[in-house]
T-cell receptor
Framework: GQQLNQSPQSMFIQEGEDVSMNCTSS?????WLWYKQDPGEGPVLLIA?????ELTSNGRLTAQFGITRKDSFLNISASIPSDVGIYFC?????????????FGKGTKLSVKP | GAVVSQHPSRVICKSGTSVKIECRSL??????MFWYRQFPKKSLMLMAT?????????EQGVEKDKFLINHASLTLSTLTVTSAHPEDSSFYIC?????????????FGPGTRLLVL
C-alpha cells in the first residue's frame, strides 16, 4: 500500500532557528496537508496544498507541493517555544469518498528557549 | 475557532458498558467523516470512513459490530464503542471532509480520551 516517509522523526532546536521537515512518497498525490498535534489534542490543519509546485505560507510556516507530486516540505522560520508539538504530513490522491488521507509518522519538534 | 467539535473530550467507563462519541462539523457540511484511533506516540490509525446516509466502510481488522458508526446528517457522525473493554482504551479522533471556503479539505476534532476500567 501507499506509504509516506516523513523526516526527520524528531528535532531539537534552539528558539529562533529555522526548521525544515519533509515527506516523500512512492505514489503520486493530488493533495498534501500539514497538521500539528499538541499532546492530548486532535491534529490542527496548518497548510493545505492542491497543485504541484504550489508554495503556500501561513505566518511563519511555508509549505510546498513538490513538482513530481510525490513530496512536500514544511518550513518553520524563527521558531518559538509554542511551535513544540508533533507535525504530520498527509497526502491524498482522490476526492469525495475516495482517497483517504495517508499520514506520515510525524516529526516531533522540541524548541529550547 | 474550532471547525470540528467532538464530545465528550474524556470518558471513563466500566468494562462492558457502551460509550458514544459525537463528532460535529461546525460551519461546513461534511460529505465524508472519518474515525481514527491513536496510540501513544503513534500516528493516526484510520478505523472507518462514513458518508452521510450510508453504511460506514471499516478498515481491515476493525470490528464493525464493536465500533458502531452512524452518519445521520452532513454535520454529525457518532461512534459507539459497544461492550467496551480495557484494550479499547485509547484516543479517538474524528475528522470531517468537505468544502469550506473554496477548497475541499479535512479537519480534525479535538479527540476523545477513553479509559475503560
Amino acid at each position: 500500500g501507499q506509504q509516506l516517509n516523513q523526516s526527520p522523526q524528531s528535532m531539537f532546536i534552539q528558539e529562533g532557528e529555522d526548521v525544515s521537515m519533509n515527506c516523500t512518497s512512492s505514489s503520486i498525490f493530488n493533495t498534501w496537508l500539514w497538521y500539528k498535534q499538541d499532546p492530548g489534542e486532535g491534529p490542527v490543519l496548518l497548510i493545505a496544498l492542491y497543485k504541484a509546485g504550489e508554495l503556500t505560507s501561513n505566518g511563519r510556516l511555508t509549505a510546498q507541493f513538490g513538482i513530481t507530486r510525490k513530496d512536500s516540505f514544511l518550513n518553520i522560520s524563527a521558531s518559538i517555544p509554542s511551535d513544540v508539538g508533533i507535525y504530520f504530513c498527509a497526502g491524498r490522491n482522490g476526492g469525495g469518498s475516495q482517497g483517504n488521507l495517508i499520514f506520515g509518522k510525524g516529526t516531533k519538534l522540541s524548541v529550547k528557549p | 475557532g474550532a471547525v470540528v467539535s467532538q464530545h465528550p473530550s474524556r470518558v471513563i467507563c466500566k468494562s462492558g458498558t457502551s460509550v458514544k462519541i459525537e463528532c460535529r462539523s461546525l460551519d461546513f457540511q461534511a460529505t465524508t467523516m472519518f474515525w481514527y484511533r491513536q496510540f501513544p506516540k503513534k500516528s493516526l490509525m484510520l478505523m472507518a470512513t462514513s458518508n452521510e446516509g450510508s453504511k460506514a466502510t471499516y478498515e481491515q481488522g476493525v470490528e464493525k459490530d464493536k465500533f458502531l458508526i452512524n452518519h445521520a446528517s452532513l454535520t454529525l457522525s457518532t461512534l459507539t464503542v459497544t461492550s467496551a473493554h480495557p484494550e479499547d482504551s485509547s484516543f479517538y479522533i474524528c475528522s470531517a471532509r468537505g468544502i469550506r471556503g473554496s477548497e475541499e479539505t479535512q479537519y480534525f476534532g479535538p479527540g476523545t480520551r477513553l479509559l475503560v476500567l
